[in-house]
């Protein structure tokens, strides 16, 4: 059994947004599973069940509409598991 497993969630409109970024940037397309939203909402969705049954813990890579910044993420993230490895 894992002493702590993270799901991080994104929500689908933003995934949407960094991948069309993605492509004009780099000049490419989006691969047969992200040009399908409807599978990709049904994959967060499927996620977030998982993370709900197996009781991970889940980080909302989002707020308020927008991605959160990257450092705050990893704070987050970090927190998680510091607090872990001194419960061990």
């Given at each position: 059994?894992?002493?702590?497993?993270?799901?991080?969630d994104?929500p689908?409109?933003?995934?949407?947004?960094?991948?069309?970024?993605?492509?004009?940037?780099?000049?490419?397309?989006?691969?047969?599973?992200?040009?399908?939203?409807?599978?990709?909402?049904?994959?967060?969705?499927?996620?977030?069940?998982?993370?709900?049954?197996?009781?991970w813990?889940?980080?909302?890579?989002?707020?308020?509409?927008?991605?959160?910044?990257?450092?705050?993420?990893?704070?987050?993230?970090?927190?998680?598991?510091?607090?872990?490895?001194?419960?061990?």
């Open positions: 059994v894992p002493d702590l497993v993270i799901y991080l994104v689908t409109q933003i995934t949407e947004q960094l991948m069309r970024r993605r492509e004009l940037s780099t000049h490419t397309r989006a691969d047969i599973h992200e040009q399908n939203m409807d599978y990709l909402r049904l994959c967060r969705r499927t996620g977030l069940e998982a993370a709900e049954f197996y009781h813990t889940v980080i909302q890579c989002a707020r308020d509409g927008a991605m959160r910044e990257i450092q705050d993420i990893h704070e987050e993230i970090y927190s998680l598991v510091s607090k872990c490895l001194e419960e061990r």
